[in-house]
């Protein structure tokens, strides 16, 4: 199943808020809910799945939106982009010092706001992976960023986040839940994704996404295969089913195949 990136939008103005949620949802994205202040932003967060959120500098109550930012922080480390229009030099300082994943300038266009979720994601990872802090909310580059231009290569730029991956596509990215990988199957330098109903094609061998993935129910089946261990339905000596999917069992992978059983 295909689960959308959830946005949380933390903005004052009635129209600006709309607005946004238009754009989001047409570009795929679902909004889990629109507060007006940062007490309500910080409730929808303790009790909804936020991955991203949209945090107005200037609103009213008493938390601005840079006091929001630290509250929200202190709940779930996620990545927030601030929306601003202009801001005092003291509020910007203040700004900076929470590390945002992005900044959206107002008025702004659907590409615009594209671009700084894909900014956005990218940044935070990139600031994660640098500080090395083992937080139990984290998003993390699977894919190393190109080094003569600094930005990841689109065909196979994915993030690896809690019990998700993002998959990036045309400036949106993709969740897919990693217990929901049915298998996956490699074509030369590039491995499909493959869940129940979806598949994802990522530049990247088998082998080096198995190892990035590190996922212990990912089992390797055959030189172009490995399965998730928990939706096998059956299998024999030569063959392993999913579903209605037929998956060869090589027989190098064997014995590292049934090393997945408790023998009793």
Same mark, same amino acid.
């Given at each position: 199943?295909?689960?959308?990136?959830?946005?949380?939008?933390?903005?004052?103005?009635?129209?600006?808020?709309?607005?946004?949620?238009? @754009?989001? %949802?047409? &570009?795929?994205?679902?909004?889990?809910?629109? =507060?007006?202040?940062? $007490?309500?932003?910080?409730?929808? *967060? #303790?009790?909804?799945?936020?991955?991203?959120?949209?945090?107005?500098?200037?609103?009213?109550?008493?938390?601005?939106?840079?006091?929001?930012?630290?509250?929200?922080?202190?709940?779930?480390?996620?990545?927030?982009?601030?929306?601003?229009?202009?801001?005092?030099?003291?509020?910007?300082?203040?700004?900076?010092?929470?590390?945002?994943?992005?900044?959206?300038?107002?008025?702004?266009?659907?590409?615009?706001?594209?671009?700084?979720?894909?900014?956005?994601?990218?940044?935070?990872?990139?600031?994660?992976?640098?500080?090395?802090?083992?937080?139990?909310?984290?998003?993390?580059?699977?894919?190393?960023?190109?080094?003569?231009?600094?930005? @990841?290569? %689109?065909? &196979?730029?994915?993030?690896?986040?809690?019990? =998700?991956?993002?998959? $990036?596509?045309?400036?949106?990215? *993709? #969740?897919?839940?990693?217990?929901?990988?049915?298998?996956?199957?490699?074509?030369?330098?590039?491995?499909?994704?493959?869940?129940?109903?979806?598949?994802?094609?990522?530049?990247?061998?088998?082998?080096?996404?198995?190892?990035?993935?590190?996922?212990?129910?990912?089992?390797?089946?055959?030189?172009?295969?490995?399965?998730?261990?928990?939706?096998?339905?059956?299998?024999?000596?030569?063959?392993?089913?999913?579903?209605?999917?037929?998956?060869?069992?090589?027989?190098?992978?064997?014995?590292?195949?049934?090393?997945?059983?408790?023998?009793?």
């Amino acid at each position: 199943m295909e689960h959308k990136m959830s946005v949380l939008i933390v903005e004052d103005e009635g129209i600006v808020a709309l607005g946004l949620e238009n @754009m989001l %949802q047409l &570009e795929g994205y679902e909004v889990t809910g629109i =507060a007006d202040n940062g $007490k309500e932003a910080l409730e929808i *967060i #303790k009790q909804q799945t936020v991955d991203l959120v949209l945090l107005d500098i200037q609103i009213k109550g008493e938390w601005d939106g840079v006091e929001t930012a630290r509250q929200l922080s202190t709940v779930r480390n996620i990545p927030f982009i601030y929306l601003t229009a202009f801001s005092d030099d003291e509020t910007v300082e203040r700004a900076r010092e929470t590390f945002p994943a992005a900044y959206l300038t107002k008025p702004y266009q659907a590409r615009s706001l594209m671009i700084a979720i894909d900014l956005a994601l990218h940044n935070f990872a990139f600031h994660k992976q640098q500080s090395g802090r083992q937080d139990t909310d984290k998003i993390i580059p699977l894919f190393p960023r190109d080094r003569s231009t600094g930005t @990841m290569d %689109q065909k &196979e730029a994915i993030l690896y986040f809690n019990d =998700a991956v993002f998959i $990036k596509q045309n400036y949106k990215f *993709i #969740k897919v839940r990693l217990n929901e990988i049915c298998y996956l199957q490699a074509d030369g330098n590039y491995t499909g994704i493959f869940t129940s109903d979806k598949k994802y094609i990522i530049r990247h061998t088998l082998s080096a996404l198995l190892e990035k993935l590190n996922r212990s129910n990912l089992s390797r089946v055959h030189r172009s295969f490995a399965v998730n261990m928990e939706v096998i339905d059956h299998f024999n000596e030569n063959a392993i089913f999913v579903g209605e999917k037929e998956i060869p069992l090589g027989r190098y992978y064997k014995d590292g195949f049934f090393q997945n059983f408790d023998f009793r």
